[in-house]
């Protein structure tokens, strides 16, 4: 080969290796967050599957935009502290699982805000308690924040069945009866952050927490727990009888990095139809997958991703650790909530050294741990901000029919709530790392609640409202 031919080749791969590297860090430089408007459905009849297999990049339908709940259409009516601890626990730490339910304090005072909610509180213990749902108050002083009561101390209603779950995630929502079931049920599902082999994550017990007659724990299918074991919200009846037929639970996860997908993952499905109560350690098969940014490979945690199934703006560091199917009148959405990446993500330390995410021949290559508080690795990025995000409800139906592959839903708008959080930003020191925790909806009223994390004295939650449909 002469010089030439050599210089020649060298410069090629330069220029490959510096395409390939500015093609990683497009999806970690800040980019402001845009969302094109939704338009309407088409009036030609939607491609049919095997038409979307060949070309599943743009779906065949969109709600008109009137009939989208957009951001100007929640109001913030204020927050609400949580009560002392009860039963050997506490809501220090907590909040990363809630329902609301609607016959909850009967007896209480009719101040607009009916029902009660259903949360997890301290992290380590994973307990469930119920309380009461004072007037939310608009003020950046918690001590002129109304205090929710006890209506049930915390019990165990897993009665232990995951045993110890380290950085546990979780998903709880109330259901009334279903098939031949005769009482209402908590529908909960359990995990951690790291589960390299299959487990058993869903459930479901009685409304008295001191008696839950929990039933379960179900594999779900063959699914990596990585997609399916956090966030649980309700279907409406309407939507999941048009498209996904006895199935009115939602359940999904994200965890950051790209092992759930690059996004959120969601999927309808109703235990009753498997068993009144399926048998413990049994699978799950009636559900229906509604988004997931990869593919599911049996046997194997992470799911396999490309960037054609990345979501919008998607990043690392971000935490998706809620949702809830809103609905106003005619309109509606399907809502994420939890914590954004903003500016600069890597994988390392918080003070920004970057950790090799590969297996560097050269141990040199491998720094060294930084000093606390900035010696938790994991993914980081410069800033972060609470937000929510939207998703077309039609686009989920489009899935769900089989007409386009389960990535090709985004979102289309989203709504960043830091101005209204008591404690927004990073705070390394306290372990401060994610904002928000669950959420959920009052449907009959079109309340939304969604849990700030450590936000109150002792690292308690505080529970922040908003009107949908104003």
Avoid at 155 to 178: K, N
Avoid at 300 to 329: Q, Y
Wanted: with cysteine; net charge negative; aromatic share 14%.
């Amino acid at each position: 080969m002469t010089q030439s031919s050599k210089l020649k080749n060298l410069l090629a791969f330069f220029l490959v290796s510096i395409i390939a590297v500015a093609s990683f860090l497009s999806g970690c430089r800040h980019v402001e967050e845009t969302y094109p408007p939704i338009t309407p459905a088409p009036t030609s009849p939607p491609a049919s599957p095997s038409q979307t297999d060949e070309s599943p990049t743009v779906s065949p339908r969109h709600s008109d935009p009137q009939f989208l709940i957009q951001p100007n259409d929640l109001l913030y009516k204020g927050a609400f502290r949580l009560p002392e601890g009860s039963n050997e626990s506490n809501w220090e730490y907590s909040g990363y699982a809630a329902t609301y339910y609607p016959d909850g304090d009967p007896s209480g005072p009719a101040d607009g805000y009916p029902g009660s909610i259903f949360a997890v509180g301290h992290d380590h213990q994973q307990h469930v308690s119920e309380i009461s749902i004072p007037v939310p108050v608009i003020s950046k002083n918690l001590d002129e924040l109304n205090i929710a009561s006890t209506l049930q101390p915390f019990q165990d209603i897993t009665t232990g069945m995951f045993g110890y779950l380290e950085v546990p995630r979780a998903g709880l929502e109330y259901l009334p009866p279903q098939g031949s079931q005769t009482t209402g049920k908590l529908h909960f599902c359990w995990g951690q952050h790291f589960q390299f082999e299959p487990a058993p994550s869903h459930g479901w017990c009685e409304l008295d927490l001191s008696k839950p007659r929990t039933a379960g724990p179900w594999y779900f299918g063959e699914y990596s727990n990585y997609t399916t074991n956090d966030y649980t919200f309700e279907i409406p009846e309407e939507w999941a009888a048009a498209n996904v037929p006895n199935q009115l639970l939602a359940t999904g996860r994200f965890r950051d990095g790209r092992w759930s997908g690059l996004g959120p993952a969601l999927f309808a499905y109703g235990p009753w139809n498997d068993g009144n109560p399926p048998k413990p350690n049994s699978r799950l098969h009636t559900f229906t997958l509604l988004l997931l940014y990869g593919t599911n490979v049996t046997g194997v945690p992470e799911i396999a991703t490309s960037d054609e199934m990345k979501m919008r703006n998607f990043k690392e560091p971000d935490e998706w650790s809620g949702g809830a199917w809103l609905t106003a009148g005619d309109k509606s959405a399907v809502i994420f909530v939890g914590t954004k990446a903003i500016g600069r993500c890597w994988y390392g330390f918080s003070n920004g050294v970057e950790y090799p995410t590969d297996e560097p021949e050269d141990p040199s290559a491998y720094p060294e741990v930084p000093p606390w508080p900035h010696d938790q690795r994991g993914w980081w990025s410069e800033s972060i901000k609470a937000q929510l995000i939207f998703y077309d409800p039609e686009e989920l139906a489009a899935v769900a029919q089989g007409e386009i592959k389960s990535w090709v839903p985004q979102p289309y708008a989203s709504l960043d709530i830091d101005q209204h959080l008591f404690d927004p930003g990073f705070d390394f020191e306290r372990g401060k790392q994610y904002l928000l925790g669950d959420c959920c909806f009052d449907r009959a009223h079109g309340y939304l609640y969604i849990f700030e994390r450590m936000a109150d004295v002792d690292e308690k939650s505080v529970v922040h409202v908003w009107k949908v449909g104003k």
